[in-house]
């Protein structure tokens, strides 16, 4: 038999590794047994007098929200019956300082009629049929450049210009209400007032049938030659 020589680095290995494993295993025991260990507080320590006061105090709370008044009490008003059957009597006196007789005579009483309002009739500017002088426009022209007459003092001045004159075509093709609305002054106004004031009568104009009054606006020109 070959004997196995000796290594002491070997042992000493295991020798280590033994001692770690009883330590580990000694580590384990202890921390059961603390685990498994019961402790048992001592009641001789707890202090109940403390306790009790602050429970009494937190009992002695004032309140601090009022609850609401009660609602007051309804009052139903007392409902008396009348029967139907009872008359109320009551003696009116009536003075009268008239004497009455025989021969009086009651005279009628005459009420006054209110005064009829007068109706205005509508002047219309805009109809159906527009109002047109007879013969058409280019005839009623050729009248007013017959009849104007240019005034003395706008020729010295030599003024020119148009006269705007307003008038109103009334039912029967009359023209009145004759104005002038826009002008130029030395006497031109005037003229075209007179001219047009002068004009023979024109077609009345006509809404939905029947003859109205129409109020128009033409231009009258003044031109020197």
Known sequence: MIESKKNPKADLTRMTGLF???????????????????????????????SSEDFEDLMDIPQTQQPPPPPPKKIQPEII???DEEEIEEDIEIDLDVEMTEETVIEEIA????????????????VEDQPQPIGGMAAFYQYVNKNLKY????RRMGIEGKVFVQ???DKDGSITD????KGIGAGCDEAAVKVI?????????KQRGRPVKVRMILPITFKLG
């Open 20 to 50: 770690f494993n009883i330590g580990l295993v000694i580590s384990l025991l202890v921390v059961v047994l603390a685990f498994e260990a019961k402790v048992y507080d001592d009641g001789s320590q707890v202090n109940l007098q403390s």
């Open 81 to 83: 019956e009348v029967p």
């Open 111 to 126: 009420f006054e009629e209110e005064p009829e309002e007068e109706e205005v009739e509508e002047i219309f500017t805009i």
């Open 151 to 154: 005034p003395a003092q706008a």
């Open 167 to 169: 008038f109103v075509v």
């Open 178 to 181: 004759v104005k002038a609305v």
């Open 197 to 205: 004031q002068g004009a023979p009568k024109w077609k009345p104009g």
